[in-house]
């Protein structure tokens, strides 16, 4: 099973020429918004936000989190994740950053995932994000271990964000040690060097990479995963995005 | 969460915070600025036009430096402008 991050640059395409089963959108595009659009896909969709800013230190937007569990049940969606991130300091900045892996941020996010399921009533998932610098004692994946250990919450596991991860920080790409009970579905996705950085950005607007593909492909066959495709930048057609899906999960092709 | 890190990524130091390397907090700041770059250019290609890209790339960042916005939702950003306007206008004169 494999769905598509939908983009509003794809809304004159025929999703039923695509091998996807659902596809994922951010609620904060949809909220106050005419949906029916979405709904006349009739696929099923999951919400993947990207303002919840668990790592930030601003109060999480109670309202915020109403309407999406609103618009869940409107629409029928099962899955609602966010990121192992923050979105700014207490206020937005409107982009992913790296909450320091030390047991107390730990501590500290584990403590504001329980809020946001107390509010929504549901379990969340939580994706590993990409970061470009961080600090802290522990690893990213003994943080997104523990963080499992500490919270009740799912991991909506990115391999291509360990993958940037690894290649940006110079340690072997692996994925962390969770029980596959708790981790909701994969992200593939494709990723660009930026050369004056020295630094690979997960831009969601390339082909991914072999290893992502294969590792994705592997995890979601020995544990019965869905598996979701990023493509948000450089958007390509619709028939390299079929590619791409078949490329990922040739058994679709079988 | 280090608010020296945030400082950086928001204009406000050039001084790298302990831990963090330069080029990873400059990533940080372009994600951060061209984020604001393309829904205020979007909002108000008029302010654009008007300015040089200096003076542009002066207005955002101290925009960025002062933000406190607290929306969920990216495209609010150009209501966060009228208001910083106002202020910086309120301030100068």
């Known amino acids: 099973m494999i769905g598509l991050g939908y983009r509003s640059e794809m809304r004159d395409w025929d999703l039923s020429k695509l091998p996807i089963s659902f596809i994922e959108v951010a609620p904060e595009n949809w909220i106050g918004k005419d949906t029916s659009r979405l709904e006349e896909l009739g696929l099923p969709i999951k919400f993947h936000g990207v303002s919840l800013s668990l790592g930030g230190t601003g109060e999480l937007n109670q309202q915020f989190l109403k309407d999406v569990r609103a618009l869940m049940i409107r629409l029928n969606v099962t899955d609602y994740s966010d990121h192992i991130a923050s979105s700014g300091d207490a206020h937005q900045l409107y982009d992913l950053f790296p909450i320091p892996f030390t047991q107390s941020e730990v501590d500290r996010l584990a403590d504001r995932i329980k809020q946001a399921q107390d509010i929504l009533g549901i379990r969340i998932g939580v994706e590993n994000a990409s970061y470009y610098t961080n600090r802290g004692e522990l690893t990213e994946n003994q943080f997104i271990e523990e963080l499992l250990a500490k919270s009740d919450c799912n991991l909506l596991l990115d391999v291509n964000n360990l993958l940037v991860n690894s290649k940006n920080h110079k340690y072997e790409f692996e994925l962390p040690n969770v029980d596959p009970a708790r981790v909701s579905y994969l992200h593939v996705a494709g990723h660009d060097y930026i050369a004056d950085l020295d630094l690979y950005q997960d831009t969601h607007g390339a082909h991914a990479e072999e290893i992502v593909a294969k590792t994705a492909d592997a995890y979601s066959i020995a544990h019965n995963k869905e598996i979701l495709l990023e493509w948000d930048n450089d958007i390509p057609t619709i028939d390299v995005i079929r590619e791409e899906l078949e490329w990922i999960k040739p058994s679709l092709t079988m | ?93």
């Open chain 2, 1 to 93: 969460m280090d608010q020296a890190f945030f400082d950086y990524v928001r204009y406000r130091t050039d001084e790298v915070p302990a831990g963090y390397t330069k080029n990873g907090l400059e990533m940080y700041r372009r994600l951060v600025y061209q984020g604001v770059d393309s829904m205020i250019s979007y909002a108000y290609p008029h302010v654009k036009s008007g300015l040089s890209d200096e003076e542009w790339r002066f207005l955002l960042e101290n925009f960025i430096a002062k933000s406190e916005w607290n929306s969920n939702f990216y495209g609010d950003l150009s209501n966060e402008f009228i208001i910083f306007l106002q202020n910086e206008t309120a301030t100068a004169g």
